[in-house]
């Protein structure tokens, strides 16, 4: 076993047990606009702003 494998690797675990939970933060977003197709708000635009803000300064 590599040092650099992560533990669930040599278990014979596939897929890692926390991809379904990553997949499912990725994809809410979009299903969430899909489901509530309506014009996006000021409200939006806000934290749309504060998001990137939070991020862009980020190291």
């Not at 278990?11 to 606009?33: D, H, K, R, S, Y």
Request: charged share 5%; hydrophobic share 55%.
């Amino acid at each position: 076993m590599s040092l650099l494998a992560p533990k669930w690797a040599s278990a014979g675990v596939w897929p890692p047990p926390a991809q379904n939970a990553l997949l499912l933060a990725i994809a809410l977003p979009a299903w969430t606009m899909v489901e509530n197709p309506s014009p996006l708000g000021a409200y939006d635009a806000v934290a749309a702003t504060l998001f990137l803000g939070s991020t862009a300064f980020t190291e």
